[in-house]
T-cell receptor, first 108, second 115 residues
Framework: AQRVTQPEKLLSVFKGAPVELKCNYS??????LFWYVQYSRQRLQLLLRHISRESIKGFTADLNKGETSFHLKKPFAQEEDSAMYYC??????????FGQGTELSVKP | GAVVSQHPSWVICKSGTSVKIECRSL??????MFWYRQFPKQSLMLMAT?????????EQGVEKDKFLINHASLTLSTLTVTSAHPEDSSFYIC???????????FGDGTRLSIL
């Protein structure tokens, strides 16, 4: 079965602290994984895709096929990082399967 | 680039009426558009995949007669909620991609409230 799991509904950290949003997946083929971000009252935006291996806004994510994980990390969280973060898997026909989402709250 | 516009952003209507939601790709041609539904504090659930010029593919459990999807051009897909009832109240989001396996770009969503 194709599934994406984000175990934390809410993650609260202080400004400057490291952040790791967890994502695990279940997929039988070669997965393509994404992180999307949704700031308050804004549309869903693509943050990262694993095949591009780039860093956006200081965030990185590494695909670990052995652990079937694609955790999102940032060494020093900023208040403007507060948002909903969704991990997603591209399945058959380009369909996206989303995780439940993690709300990141960065406190001053 | 890659802007997707969704209209209306918010609609309130009486039970039994039909509501049409439009999804437009403003600066690119989208061969594939997707329709999602999102309940409060929950994830996006894919309802259907819409390909230009062909019938939409619905996910299991989604009533195709209830949620009519039309993708008549490379820049426009519509979702019509027919004979809407309060349980259809939700946040509906569309996305568009240039081709099937390319990144999806999302609209702002439409909040539908059925009284």
């Amino acid at each position: 079965a194709q599934r994406v799991t984000q175990p934390e509904k809410l993650l609260s950290v202080f400004k400057g602290a490291p952040v790791e949003l967890k994502c695990n997946y279940s997929y039988s083929g070669s997965p393509e994984l994404f992180w999307y971000v949704q700031y308050s009252r804004q549309r869903l935006q693509l943050l990262l895709r694993h095949i591009s291996r780039e860093s956006i806004k200081g965030f990185t994510a590494d695909l670990n096929k052995g652990e079937t994980s694609f955790h999102l990390k940032k060494p020093f969280a900023q208040e403007e990082d507060s948002a909903m973060y969704y991990c997603a898997l591209s399945g058959t026909g380009g369909k996206l399967i989303f995780g439940q989402g993690t709300e990141l709250s960065v406190k001053p | 680039g890659a802007v997707v516009s969704q209209h209306p952003s918010w609609v309130i209507c009486k039970s039994g009426t039909s509501v049409k939601i439009e999804c437009r790709s403003l600066d690119f041609q989208a061969t594939t558009m997707f329709w999602y539904r999102q309940f409060p504090k929950q994830s996006l659930m894919l309802m259907a995949t819409s390909n230009e010029g062909s019938k939409a593919t619905y996910e299991q459990g989604v009533e195709k007669d209830k949620f009519l999807i039309n993708h008549a051009s490379l820049t426009l897909s519509t979702l019509t909620v027919t004979s809407a009832h309060p349980e259809d109240s939700s946040f509906y989001i569309c996305s568009a991609s240039r081709q099937r396996n390319q990144p999806q770009h999302f609209g702002d969503g439409t909040r539908l409230s059925i009284l």
